[in-house]
């Protein structure tokens, strides 16, 4: 399955390179580069278009939050509108997410973790990125749609996982 989507296309260049930068331009032309404490950097724009780039400590694009909901209590979000990976939309349900892509690589329930409330989540593996979807609590919408390049323990898994996936028998 693949998708042309935009945003996926920026995926492993550097934050300074020129389609990143007219990107952001694009987006939100006032956005402002923030650095955590381990180096990485992020233009956090969820409070004016949707969005958030998080790059490595090399100032590579590694991954791209596109939000509809606050993922943190407190958080202020407007919700992206630009569009969303393989045509999905933020109105798509857990269901119909699985019925689309199949079975997730991995999958993950409401739980608390360090004090937030993550929501229940669904991940797929495609060529060398991954889609997390976050959805709501009653599982009818998604509430923020990740993309993410491959890190290496991903690669590792992914191997291990299509391994044995070559080991069951089709049913």
Partial sequence: MKTNHHCIKLLGLHRDSPDIQEFIRSVAPNAKLSNDTNGKSSYAIEDICGLELSFETDGTLYAIFMFREPLIAGQTVIPYKGPLPFDISFDNSKESMRSKFGEPFETG????????????????????????????????????????????????????YLQNKKDIPNR
């Avoid at 669904?122 to 890190?151: A, N, P, Q």
């Fill in 109 to 160: 329930e409401l739980e608390s973790f360090l004090g937030m409330t993550l929501m229940p989540r669904d991940k797929w593996l495609f060529d060398d990125w991954t889609m997390h979807l976050h959805y709501t609590r009653d599982l009818s919408s998604i509430g923020l749609v990740t993309i993410v390049l491959y890190s290496d323990l991903d690669k590792e898994r992914h191997q291990i």
